[in-house]
């Protein structure tokens, strides 16, 4: 027993000893099995993505090899303006986000002229994690269009489709970024809801295709596929209505066509005015006057030296027609116009003291602003 005591210290030291060295090496097993786990999941991350063709024929559908066409050529578009911090100094907010397609490898960029409107810088997030700084190339207002430029080349490109040529009925395939860069690559599906739909905006009306695939904030700029993996539309619009879902608006892309050709040509699209100011019934009642016409749209102002002012069109007359279009509102006038090109003589047919008149006269750019 005396024995037992006397051996008693080393023991507990010997004990103390093998508890704390099962503890180390419990420790640096753990240390060095953790190490382990990393590296398998870095070789599972080094895997390829599948493609369509890894696909089985039930999964591998029109609507998956139209989204693996189009989708790395979809990006983003950040608008980033200047304002002033609580301390009076210049900072770059986010205006907000939208869509784009890139439609040329060397940078170009179609996208609607809202999401880059008033913008003093834009970023372009590409599909493969990149940024990249763009440049305003050109915008036009009145289609909501606007093409973007960024300095690489090589970059994947979506194939232009034939707009005029689709059907209500078949698959819609809307791709773009809703709600932000967080949902970037969104793909969603629907069908071709309607076809010319046409949507007054301000003093002109637009043919846009319509679809029930969904459209949300931040697709704007996005493309709009048929199951050919065709860009068919440029997302536009979405009707927001209380009750009312499942309501999208493309610009179809052979009116985007010319204009996006225009835009980088030019930087602008030229367009052939008349030069008058015109009430309708309407637009008179807004404006807080009476209108006691039954057709035509009454002249408010004539523009010194356009078109109309050469013709002799005075403020009072009512005009009826142009060429053999009636024009019975403000947007029925601005739409024969538009759909005139600059130098085109037109008839002017309108009505000044019960007298109607119908003169000709050589539509002219219209002056920039």
């Known amino acids: 027993m005396n024995q037992w005591k006397k051996f008693r210290p080393y023991i507990l030291t010997l004990v103390i000893g ?126 909501d269009l606007a093409v973007v430029k960024v300095e690489e080349t090589g970059l994947p490109t979506a194939t232009f489709g034939d707009s005029d040529g689709i059907m209500v009925g078949e698959p819609a395939i809307a791709i773009g970024n809703p709600l932000g860069l967080e949902f970037q690559g969104s793909v969603t599906t629907g069908v071709i809801s309607a076809l010319n739909r046409s949507i007054e905006i301000g003093e002109r009306r637009f043919k846009l295709i319509q679809t029930d695939a969904a459209i949300n904030p931040g697709n704007s700029g996005g493309a709009l596929v048929n199951a050919d993996g065709q860009v068919i539309g440029i997302n536009s619009a979405k009707i927001a209505v209380s009750g009312v879902e499942g309501i999208g608006l493309a610009i179809p892309i052979n009116t985007a066509r010319p204009i996006i050709q225009a835009l980088i040509d030019q930087g602008k699209v030229v367009r052939p005015y008349l030069g008058v100011g015109v009430f309708d019934k309407a637009t008179a009642a807004q404006n807080g006057y009476q209108l006691n016409i039954n057709a035509g749209v009454y002249v408010m102002n004539v523009t010194l030296g356009s078109p109309a002012d050469k013709l002799g069109i ?32 037109i008839k002017v047919t309108f009505v000044r003291k019960g007298n109607q008149h119908t003169e000709s006269v050589q539509l002219e750019e219209m002056p920039t602003e």
């Open 18 to 143: 093998i508890m704390f060295g099962a503890t180390l090496l419990a420790g640096c097993s753990n240390k060095f099995f953790a190490s382990e786990a990393p590296k398998e999941k870095a070789e599972a991350s080094n895997l390829a993505a599948p493609t369509p063709a890894d696909l089985s024929d039930a999964r591998n559908t029109p609507i998956v090899r139209a989204a693996h066409s189009v989708a790395p050529a979809v990006v983003g578009i950040t608008n980033k303006a200047v304002a002033r911090d609580w301390f009076n100094r210049k900072v770059i907010v986010d205006q907000g986000t939208g869509s784009g397609v890139i439609f040329d490898a060397n940078g170009y960029i179609v996208t609607n002229n809202h999401v880059v409107e008033n913008a003093q810088e834009i970023v372009v997030s590409l599909s493969d994690g990149r940024t990249l700084n763009g440049k305003v190339v050109g915008t036009d207002p009145a289609t």
């Open 314 to 345: 005075k403020k009072g007359d009512i005009i009826l027609k142009i060429n053999d279009t009636e024009t019975n509102s403000v947007v029925d006038l601005r739409t024969a116009i538009a759909e005139c090109a600059v130098g085109d003589t």
